[in-house]
């Protein structure tokens, strides 16, 4: 039986693809993978990560998809529903309810990020990159994040973007955004990873991404296990909706094993891509690995200062970097977007004006902590740093738990071998469902006992 969405439908599955893969690719592959996988040492980090990716994230895809193709609406009704249908409690709803908020505090600290990136286009293209050093790409950053007013001009902008292409609807709005930019932006970062390998030193960048060193993790083993998987969460955008409300809108007869797996790929090779073209700038001009969230705006610049033709490469990247960014936003809107739509009968406009307004408020509060309310923090962290790690680490995995735990034990047999179609003894589906009834839910939860000191 073929279902169908009140909010719309992809027009093909490529564009559902490119839409899903527009969501997961953004700021965490260019910009949060490489500051994160520094700040743990590299290697041992990027290979927990991989794992994370292939045993947990896919699984979990493939999960998220079905149950937003299956239920066909916002995720707190598509969560009602399906528990309606399988007998289980009205409160699995909750869940949708989760990655509501989740959405919200991720999409206030992205867009102010998304910010900083509209900023260097402008430096970019005013030519403020030439011959700059590490120090002065340094100042150059701090002068940025320590003034407000220029951070809320472009976090303003940036959520006025986000609200334009969500209020017009998933075929005109979102699927044209994504059908040039993501393959544009592919080419771009295979062009940087080039100039890198030339101009940078090379060797020491893949010495430090592929060669795990779990000595480097020390005491902060656990912390880093518990990043690299709330980095694969957020990276693959999952845990909070935003894949299940793409799924809902996919057609009935499409292969979701296969695009989950096609989506995770191309997520995880930009995010390789990312560091190789970050890192050999890093250790070519002595930066330091773990310099934090600057650490794509304090080394790109310098590449894009020496290289041959460097200001129109670094305006090139910027801007596809904030495209990037906004296929990401645009996903994370979009949950609670059709839930206002369907349960308070608001226009797609109205909706859409309302949480991005909501979102805007919260956002103020991120770009404050970073200079204004400097001072101001919750468990040493200051609000921007903290929606960042409370939803990473926290809020998405836990998410994740419940998806896999309703697909894998509250979901019947029959209804997930229907919607992912594998076909009656594959081994592939077999494996998804070892993966989802017991890995992904128990390597979730053992990652979190043991973030918070329980085991
Ligand atoms: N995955 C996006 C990125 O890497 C961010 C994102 C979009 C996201 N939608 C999401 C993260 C939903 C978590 C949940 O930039």
């Known amino acids: 039986m073929s279902t169908m ?12 693809i ?13 910009w949060r993978f490489p500051y994160t996988a520094g700040e743990y040492g590299g290697g041992a980090f990027v290979l927990i990560y991989l794992i994370c990716v292939a045993g947990i994230g896919i699984p979990i895809m493939m999960a998220e998809i079905m149950l937003g193709r299956r239920g066909r609406q916002s995720p707190v009704n598509t969560m009602r529903s399906l528990a ?5 409690h009205g409160a699995w709803q909750l869940l949708g309810w989760m990655g509501i908020v989740s959405g919200l505090l991720i999409l206030s600290f992205y867009s102010v990020i998304a910010g900083w990136t509209m900023a260097y286009v402008t430096r970019a293209f005013g030519g403020q990159f030439g011959g700059i050093d590490a120090a002065g790409a340094e100042s150059m950053f701090g002068a940025l994040v320590s003034d407000p007013e220029r951070l809320l001009a472009w976090h303003t902008i940036f959520m006025v973007m986000t609200v334009m292409v969500v209020a017009r609807g ?6 044209k955004a994504v059908r040039f930019l993501m393959p544009a932006l592919f080419v771009l970062l295979i062009g ?9 030193d090379f060797q020491a960048a ?11 993790l020390g005491e902060h083993a656990g912390e880093a296990i518990l990043s690299a998987m709330g980095q694969a969460f957020f990276s693959l955008s999952l845990g909070m909706g935003a894949i299940m409300i793409y799924g809902s809108y996919l057609n009935s007869s499409a292969s979701i094993g296969r695009n989950a797996v096609i989506i995770a790929s191309l997520d995880t090779t930009v995010a390789l891509l990312a560091g190789l073209a970050i890192f050999p700038i890093v250790f070519a001009n002595g930066l330091s690995p773990d310099s934090g969230p600057g650490l794509i705006f304090q080394t790109l610049p310098i590449a894009f200062g ?10 090139v990247f910027f801007v596809l970097l904030v495209f990037a960014a906004w296929t990401s936003a645009i996903s994370l809107l979009e949950p609670v977007v059709t839930w206002l739509v369907e349960n308070r009968g608001f226009s797609r406009v109205r909706a859409t004006v309302i949480a991005g307004s909501a979102v805007w408020l919260l956002g103020i509060a991120c770009l404050l902590s970073l200079n204004v309310w400097a001072g101001f923090t919750i468990f040493g962290k200051g609000i921007l740093d903290l929606f960042d790690y409370v939803t990473a680490n926290v809020l998405l995995p836990l998410g994740g738990v419940l998806i896999a735990v309703f697909a894998g034990w509250i979901m019947r047999r029959a209804s997930s071998r229907d919607e992912l179609a594998m076909g009656e003894t594959s081994i592939a589906y077999g494996a998804w469902r070892l993966l989802i009834r017991y890995v992904a839910p128990i390597c979730v939860v053992i990652v979190l006992l043991n973030a918070i000191g329980l085991i």
Do not use: C
């Open 5 to 16: 969405s009140v909010h719309g439908m992809w027009s093909s599955r490529l564009a559902f």
């Open 18 to 30: 490119l839409a899903a893969t527009g969501s997961a690719v953004g700021l965490g592959n260019i």
């Open 84 to 88: 309606g249908q399988e007998g289980a």
């Open 170 to 175: 998933v075929a005109s709005g979102l699927e």
């Open 192 to 200: 940087m990873v080039l100039y890198a390998a030339q101009a940078g």
């Open 206 to 216: 893949l010495a430090y991404l592929f060669k795990p060193d779990f000595a480097k």
């Open 306 to 315: 020496q290289m041959a033709g460097g200001q129109l490469v670094g305006v």
